[in-house]
Nanobody, 123 residues
Framework: QVQLVESGGGLVQTGGSLKLSCAAS????????MGWFRQAPGKEREFVAA???????YYTDSVKGRFTISRDNAKKMVYLQMNSLKPEDTAVYYC?????????????????WGQGTQVTVSS
């Protein structure tokens, strides 16, 4: 069983920055593919970014150049640095883990999810 706990959300103005953190359990965390997803009000949950065990990274087009996903295997942590935030980035952000397999854009391929952290960007 893998437990994920997100933190770092909050209220920020347009153009500001936030860094989300995800604390994970699991003895073989370094081999997990990890992802960040988000769900805006009235919309379906969508892929944001993912990182492989090899630290290869993937982003949805709307956040490329603004968001950076990273991991610290020693601390069993995954981060999402979000810069140049826009009102359309407002959403609940979820951390997800895929213990077996590489990074994926598809949420059904992730086995474990955190409870989410709210990010609100004011205009």
């Amino acid at each position: 069983q893998v437990q994920l706990v997100e933190s770092g959300g909050g209220l920020v103005q347009t153009g500001g920055s936030l860094k989300l953190s995800c604390a994970a359990s699991g003895r073989t965390f370094s081999s997990y593919a990890m992802g960040w997803f988000r769900q805006a009000p009235g919309k379906e949950r969508e892929f944001v970014a993912a990182i492989n065990w090899s630290r290869s990274t993937y982003y949805t087009d709307s956040v490329k150049g603004r968001f950076t996903i990273s991991r610290d295997n020693a601390k069993k942590m995954v981060y999402l640095q979000m810069n140049s935030l826009k009102p359309e980035d407002t959403a609940v952000y979820y951390c997800a883990a895929r213990p077996r397999g590489s990074s994926s854009y598809y949420q059904h391929e992730y086995d474990y999810w955190g409870q989410g952290t709210q990010v609100t960007v004011s205009s």
